[in-house]
């Protein structure tokens, strides 16, 4: 089955700690972003990829980091540098050629500050 | 700046009922729209993808209109059941800078046994 996977799916962490999200698709698309949801508020755009190698940052992008070094992977640092990481993250992946694309969404991570 | 709005923000209706969800957007250079369910906890399944150069896109029991000019789009449920209790988000893609999806906070919706 083609699809996205992202793990883990609920991640608790320290105050002060680095984390790294995990997000793989094999649908062989080249464009992968990352988006935050918090209650209340649409999906926020973090960072995204348009080809492996190459990444911008979105509309939230301070306090996270990716890197994009395989075509089906799009991991997602959340670094001490972000003040407010409790959230609910979502990877997302469309085909290339421009943005008529339908864009498709893993499951999710839960992300929680102790 | 886009900006989405999706109204009503809850909606509780009982089973077999026809329904009309609501979306709204502030500028009309937009690709597509696209209209996603969301259960508790889970991430998002693509329902319908409307080209802008389009009026409706049909799947199943649901209906999805795009009215660009006007910035309006709807989502019609038909015969509406338990199952399609969820929360309903719409988004649309720019065709500017970051060709990104904005999303509207979305509608929750309840259908009672």
């Known amino acids: 089955d083609g699809g996205i996977t992202q793990s883990p799916k609920y991640l608790f962490r320290k105050e002060g700690q680095n984390v790294t999200l995990s997000c793989e698709q094999n649908?062989?698309?080249?464009?992968m972003y990352w988006y935050r949801q918090d209650p209340g508020q649409g999906l926020r755009l973090i960072y995204y990829?348009?080809?492996?190698?190459?990444?911008q940052k979105g509309d939230i992008a301070e306090g996270y980091s990716v890197s994009r070094e395989k075509k089906e992977s799009f991991p997602l640092t959340v670094t001490s540098a972000q003040k407010n990481p409790t959230a609910f993250y979502l990877c997302a992946s469309n085909p290339s050629g421009g943005g008529h694309n339908e864009q498709f969404f893993g499951p999710g991570t839960r992300l929680t500050v102790l | 700046k886009q900006e989405v709005t999706q109204i009503p923000a809850a909606l509780s209706v009982p089973e077999g009922e026809n329904l009309v969800l609501n979306c709204s957007f502030t500028d009309s250079a937009i690709y597509n729209l696209q209209w996603f369910r969301q259960d508790p906890g889970k991430g998002l399944t693509s329902l319908l993808l409307i080209q802008s150069s389009q009026r409706e896109q049909t799947s199943g029991r649901l209906n999805a209109s795009l009215d660009k000019s006007s910035g309006r789009s709807t989502l019609y449920i038909a015969a509406s059941q338990p199952g399609d209790s969820a929360t309903y988000l719409c988004?649309?893609?720019?065709?500017?800078?970051?060709?990104?999806?904005?999303f509207g906070t979305g509608t929750r919706l309840l259908v009672s046994p």
């Open positions: 649908l062989n698309h080249d464009a």
């Open positions: 990829s348009q080809i492996v190698n190459d990444f």
């Open positions: 988004a649309v893609r720019e065709n500017t800078g970051f060709q990104k999806l904005v």
